[in-house]
């Protein structure tokens, strides 16, 4: 499939946007034109190692001018959408052949008719050259990232993330949902990072038996395809019970199984999970997670890889500061990214604040380190970044961010160390 073809997902359905005519809010008819809001930005950054290498570094200030539109309905009564496409050039001062075009789009739509049926759309475009991409899942936190690296050349990647659900209430604390998610990743230089597709369908059931026992099932069965990596399907499957003790604390239990079938000469492999887990709300602003249990991984072929399974967070949502610590073990798997390193044992620990100094004026700090092991290559990285942010609305319509970052990676392989600074000033004017 061609890049053209995987941006068709995001704009077909934003054509369908203009034919609605209008929506009724409060009585009153308002025209779906007047919630577009078009917008230009400008951006400035300093890169001193484009291509993440450990020796001969290239530096360059790159210039990003972008224009822009926002859409926003939040209906009253059962319908609405949340929307940004922007397409902007993004110039190299030194490197002139490394500049690109760079569209970017975020759709979240959703509909509910009855009987209680709820119809959802997300869709996510983006094209960039980082070395590091950054993470795109919906649950994915700030200035965190995948693991597979673009490291010693220049490469434009477009990826776009397509996911349609619908979700049926059949009672009152009872859910079905069924999501399809397809996943588009293409790589210009694709001789040296190849391109990838994800066909992802899971089902998903939610029930709780009374005000204290529920549980969730569901299933993920995916088809992973290649350009020259052995395509796969892995079907895997969660079952979590959850015992509430009362309205701020609850104990829950998870099972999950994978089994992954790869074409030769891939290796095929089952992975057993296990754990246990408690979360308790300290206020209603603060929430804290802990979680353990054990992972065992039985490759067809090979020896297995075990290890502790845990996750411990803590969450603050309030009006001035915000705030997220976790810490993180176990396994993870890379696919559908420039590398598709497969399957690692992973250890991770991110911290991420954000502080309202003033009325207009705020600022953020975020840390992560991680530590992969990779199953295929032997692989072994520790990887650590911290990012310093600030916003501030300078008018109405005219606003200013700042991000500072830095990170290094440490590797057991050769030539693939490597640390970077960035630098980015962004200015946008918005109607």
Do not use: C
């Amino acid at each position: 499939m061609k890049k053209k073809q995987s941006i068709h997902w995001f704009f077909g359905f934003v054509s369908l946007l203009f034919t609605l005519g209008s929506i009724s809010i409060g009585g009153a008819e308002e025209s779906i034109l007047s919630k577009f809001h078009p917008y230009v930005g400008v951006q400035e950054e300093y890169n001193d190692n484009i291509l993440l290498t450990n020796k001969n570094k290239i530096d360059d200030f790159i210039t990003t001018a972008m224009a822009g539109l926002r859409f926003s309905a939040l209906s009253e009564k059962n319908y609405g959408a949340d929307l940004n496409v922007a397409g902007g050039f993004v110039d190299y001062a030194k490197h002139h052949d490394f500049s690109y075009f760079n569209p970017f789009g975020n759709l979240n739509a959703w509909y509910t008719a009855p009987p209680p049926l709820t119809f959802r759309i997300r869709d996510y475009l983006m094209s960039s050259d980082a070395g590091r991409e950054q993470e795109y899942a919906v649950s994915a936190q700030p200035n965190q990232f995948l693991l597979s690296t673009q490291r010693g050349v220049h490469a434009v990647y477009v990826r776009n993330v397509v996911e349609p659900s619908v979700d049926y209430q059949f009672a009152q604390d009872g859910t079905i949902s069924l999501l399809y998610r397809n996943n588009i990743y293409r790589n210009e230089k694709s001789s040296l990072f190849e391109d990838s597709m994800e066909n992802t369908i899971s089902p998903r059931l939610t029930y709780w038996f009374d005000i204290r026992n529920g549980i969730v099932l569901e299933h993920l069965l995916t088809f992973g395809e290649f350009e020259r990596s052995p395509d796969f399907v892995s079907n895997l499957t969660r079952a979590r019970y959850t015992y509430r003790f009362n309205p701020m604390t609850s104990i829950f239990g998870v099972y999950s199984y994978q089994r992954l079938d790869s074409k030769s000469p891939g290796i095929s492999y089952d992975v057993h999970n296990p754990s246990l887990g408690i979360e308790h709300k300290f206020s209603p602003t603060l929430t804290g997670t802990a979680q353990a249990g054990y992972f065992w991984q039985f490759p067809d072929q090979g020896s297995k890889t075990e290890g502790l399974f845990y996750m411990l967070s803590l969450a603050k949502s309030a009006e001035r500061t915000t705030y997220t610590l976790s810490f993180q073990g176990g396994y993870t798997e890379d696919y559908f990214t420039a590398q598709n390193l497969g399957f690692a044992k992973y250890y991770r620990t991110y911290g991420t604040i954000s502080h309202r100094l003033t009325e207009k004026l705020t600022v953020g700090v975020t840390g992560s380190m991680e530590r992969p092991t990779f199953s295929s290559s032997g692989e072994k990285d520790w990887i650590w970044g911290i990012w310093g942010t600030a916003s501030y609305p300078v008018l109405r319509w005219l606003s200013l961010s700042l991000r500072v970052g830095h990170i290094e990676d440490h590797s057991n392989v050769n030539g693939s160390n490597y640390s970077q600074y960035r630098a980015i000033l962004y200015a946008t004017a918005a109607l």
